[in-house]
């Protein structure tokens, strides 16, 4: 099956270049390194929203506007409706650190009036109607909000980022597949002298092929090896938080079956290459005598 | 007919006419067999196309219309897939010799032999031998464009006989080298021919066919061929007449 990548030191004089020579194996390692980022991203945001979506499907928040001062019979209502697990107030100080994130020095003063919070989870089958009207009863003006509802739009977003991100590695295969087209061709027509004495001789298309597909497979596995480890490099500096990225991306983690998915993307490069090369030189030939 | 029996035919063109493009024809009405054995030599004038005959014959070209035959199988329509198979038993020497510069001679004169599928083994001896026949043993290493012109259509022929080819189609084969060394050629095509090669030569060189006694000529001026012998022409039978 794979006896064509195995050519004798005869077999390989024909073409008589070695390999790193011409840009194909700099353009494979580019794409594998675009393809491998890309894909990364969109691996760590299916892990995100994933997460997203299952830590809010069954988590509510109360909102007191009045501060603490209905907060233990808010609390107490929400504690005894019926299906509600783990409700917890939120400390003021938890509060006014994650403002002051957003808003500096200013959210953590006194002067700002900040809500009280109150955070819980359903079981299955709870009616949040029902537990509503207890929080209402127990607290006017309490606000339930429900962060399924509330978190839906960044979830819609991260989902077509995904999107985004599987389109932009479906463009970069086709890309590289372009690329190695290109650069068959352009073998094909530099090494055209030798394919015609070869073919007058008695080569047959196969023949041929299987130089042209060895060369450019051996472009390839370097290429998408060069391009793998770099991005690899990077990915790893990332998850280590060791740039500015890396603490964007801190949430975002990638499990194994991402990591193998990753590991794949050099190797189906390379076959992908391998394939098209392949079918470009054997449709070009089939256009000579 | 030679001595009373009739010779097998190694190539029947019926009818052929080649034009490139939308250009004059530039072969017309080509009716002829050659035999299993044969010894021919084709002459013309410059533009008489003897070249594009030689690449009907060593299936370079198609024709534009007639047929062809060659080692007693029609070949006019053949996919691209069976010719290989039929390319394999032709030597050819290229007027331009066609030698790939960035191999050695050995490995140029080797590689009939390694397309054929011989082992690393089955080359080494036969192509050592045939570069000492031609008389270049001590260039086996060398490149083509390290080759004097001579040197290099050597190799050339080195090239088209290392298969010991059942036809063997030479443009200008002596064209480049000195009368002792045309001799020798014409030694070793005649000894080829000895042993069943037919064997068809394009040339301007009127000693080496007056040098090849039994030899027949097949002329051509302006794309159709002339019978200046009287011997070769021999249209071919009608379909089914055997």
């Given at each position: 099956m794979?006896?064509?990548?195995?050519?004798?030191?005869?077999e390989?004089r024909?073409?008589?270049?070695?390999?790193?020579?011409?840009p194909?194996?700099?353009?494979?390692a580019i794409?594998?390194?675009?393809?491998?980022?890309?894909?990364a991203a969109?691996l760590?945001?299916a892990?995100?929203?994933s997460r997203v979506a299952?830590?809010?499907?069954?988590?509510?928040?109360?909102?007191l506007?009045?501060g603490?001062?209905?907060?233990?019979?808010?609390l107490?209502?929400?504690?005894?409706?019926p299906?509600v697990?783990?409700?917890?107030?939120?400390?003021?100080?938890?509060?006014?650190?994650?403002?002051?994130?957003?808003?500096?020095p200013?959210?953590a003063s006194a002067?700002?009036?900040?809500?009280?919070?109150?955070?819980?989870d359903?079981r299955?089958?709870?009616?949040?109607?029902?537990i509503?009207?207890?929080?209402?009863a127990?607290?006017?003006g309490?606000?339930l909000?429900?962060h399924r509802?509330?978190?839906g739009?960044?979830?819609?977003?991260?989902?077509?980022l995904q999107w985004?991100?599987?389109?932009?590695?479906?463009l970069?295969g086709?890309?590289?597949?372009?690329?190695v087209?290109?650069?068959a061709?352009?073998?094909?027509?530099?090494?055209?002298?030798?394919?015609?004495v070869?073919?007058?001789?008695?080569a047959t298309?196969?023949?041929?092929?299987h130089l042209?597909?060895?060369?450019?497979?051996i472009?390839?596995?370097i290429?998408?090896?060069?391009?793998?480890?770099?991005a690899?490099?990077v990915?790893?500096a990332?998850?280590?938080?060791a740039s500015?990225?890396?603490e964007?991306?801190?949430?975002?983690?990638?499990g194994?079956?991402?990591?193998?998915?990753?590991a794949?993307?050099p190797?189906a490069?390379?076959?992908l290459?391998?394939?098209v090369?392949?079918?470009?030189?054997l449709?070009?030939?089939?256009t000579?005598? | 007919?030679?001595?009373?029996r009739?010779?097998t035919?190694?190539?029947?063109?019926?009818?052929?006419?080649?034009?490139?493009?939308t250009?004059a024809?530039?072969l017309?009405?080509?009716?002829?067999?050659?035999s299993?054995g044969?010894?021919?030599f084709l002459?013309?004038?410059?533009?008489?196309g003897?070249?594009?005959?030689?690449?009907?014959?060593y299936?370079?070209q198609?024709?534009t219309r007639?047929r062809?035959?060659?080692?007693g199988e029609?070949?006019?329509?053949?996919?691209?897939?069976v010719l290989p198979?039929?390319?394999r038993?032709?030597?050819?020497v290229?007027?331009?010799f066609r030698?790939?510069?960035?191999?050695s001679?050995?490995d140029n004169?080797?590689l009939?032999l390694?397309i054929?599928g011989?082992?690393?083994e089955?080359?080494?001896?036969?192509?050592?031998?045939m570069?000492?026949w031609?008389g270049?043993?001590?260039?086996a290493?060398?490149?083509p464009?390290?080759?004097?012109g001579?040197e290099?259509?050597?190799?050339?022929i080195a090239r088209?006989?290392?298969?010991?080819p059942?036809?063997l189609v030479?443009d200008?084969?002596?064209?480049n080298v000195?009368?002792?060394?045309a001799q020798r050629?014409?030694h070793?095509?005649?000894a080829l021919?000895?042993?069943?090669?037919?064997?068809?030569?394009a040339t301007?060189?009127?000693?080496?066919?007056?040098?090849?006694?039994g030899?027949?000529?097949i002329r051509?001026?302006?794309?159709?061929m002339?019978?200046?012998t009287?011997?070769?022409?021999n249209?071919?039978?009608p379909?089914?007449?055997s």
């Open positions: 794979f006896d064509w990548f195995f050519a004798s030191p005869s390989r024909l073409l008589g270049s070695r390999a790193l020579q011409g194909t194996p700099w353009v494979i794409m594998t390194f675009s393809i491998m980022i890309v894909a969109g760590a945001l892990d995100t929203a299952t830590g809010t499907q069954t988590r509510f928040s109360v909102q506007p009045d603490e001062r209905n907060l233990p019979a808010a107490q209502a929400v504690r005894s409706a299906g697990s783990d409700a917890e107030a939120v400390p003021e100080a938890d509060m006014r650190k994650i403002l002051e994130r957003w808003l500096g200013a959210g002067d700002l009036p900040v809500p009280a919070l109150i955070v819980f359903v299955a089958g709870a009616s949040a109607q029902a509503r009207q207890r929080i209402e127990a607290a006017p309490a606000k909000i429900a509802d509330a978190l739009p960044l979830l819609r977003s991260l989902r077509a985004v991100a599987t389109a932009l590695v479906l970069l086709g890309a590289s597949a372009a690329a087209v290109l650069a061709r352009g073998a094909l027509d530099t090494h055209r002298f030798t394919i015609e070869m073919h007058g001789i008695g298309d196969h023949q041929v092929t042209f597909q060895r060369k450019i497979a472009d390839a596995l290429g998408s090896l060069i391009g793998g480890v770099a690899a490099l990915l790893l990332l998850a280590a938080g500015f990225a890396g964007l991306m801190g949430g975002a983690t990638l194994t079956l991402d990591l193998v998915i990753l794949l993307i190797v490069l390379t076959v290459a391998t394939w090369a392949r079918a470009a030189v449709a070009t030939l089939r000579a005598v | 007919m030679r001595g009373g009739v010779l035919p190694i190539v029947e063109f019926d009818s052929i006419g080649l034009r490139y493009g250009g024809e530039v017309r009405d080509l009716d002829f067999r050659l299993k044969g010894f021919y002459t013309g004038p410059s533009g008489a003897k070249t594009s005959l030689l690449k009907l014959l299936l370079a198609r024709p007639g062809i035959s060659l080692f029609e070949l006019t329509d053949a996919t691209r897939d198979r039929f390319r038993r032709i030597g050819v290229f007027q331009d030698l790939i510069r960035h191999l001679a050995f004169v080797a009939p390694r054929g011989a082992s690393e089955a080359v080494e001896s036969p192509v050592r031998e570069l000492a031609v270049l043993a001590d260039r290493s060398a490149r464009p390290t080759l004097s001579g290099q259509q050597r190799v050339a088209a006989v290392i298969n010991r059942e036809l030479a200008e084969p002596t064209g000195d009368a002792e060394m050629l014409l070793l095509f005649t021919n000895r042993l069943g090669t037919t064997v068809v030569v301007h060189d009127i000693g080496l066919i007056s040098a090849t006694p030899a027949q000529m051509l001026e302006n794309g159709a002339l019978d200046p009287g011997v070769l022409k249209p071919p039978h379909r089914g007449d």
